[in-house]
């Protein structure tokens, strides 16, 4: 069961600085995996695992790719601020509100961390 997000202002701050973190840990890793949850985001394509053969799937992978490539070309700090954007959009956690969903079905999560 998933639950609205209703945090403060800190917590923003806390999902940038895990984002900023997760890309100097290892920049190419991160870039990745930030490209590919934004990517499946706005394609919906995890809607479709099921039904793999189906017209929507289909073009919900095709989507996917082209929005790989697309967001491939940005920059971290571009990354960032998508991904805070389409987590505000989404208004998701999961129950005990520690992860952050990215797509609808929260496939991809995002976890802030803890104050310093």
């Known amino acids: 069961m998933s639950h609205e ?18 890309l100097s840990a290892d920049y190419e890793t991160g870039h990745e995996w930030l490209v590919e949850a934004l990517a499946a985001s706005y394609s919906n394509v995890n809607n479709f695992l099921f039904y793999p053969e ?7 992978n095709m989507l996917f790719e082209a929005e790989k490539k697309r967001l491939a070309k940005f920059t971290g700090d ?7 954007e389409q987590i505000q959009k989404t208004n998701t956690t999961d129950n005990g509100g520690f992860n ?5 079905a929260g496939w991809y ?3 802030p961390k803890e104050q310093e």
Do not use: G, K, P, Q
């Open 100 to 104: 952050f969903y990215i797509d609808r």
């Open 109 to 111: 999560t995002l976890a």
């Open 5 to 22: 997000i209703c945090h403060s202002h800190d917590l923003w701050d806390n999902l940038r600085r895990t984002i900023r973190d997760m």
């Open 54 to 60: 189906s017209d929507d799937a289909i073009h919900a």
């Open 78 to 84: 571009v990354l960032e601020d998508l991904v805070i």
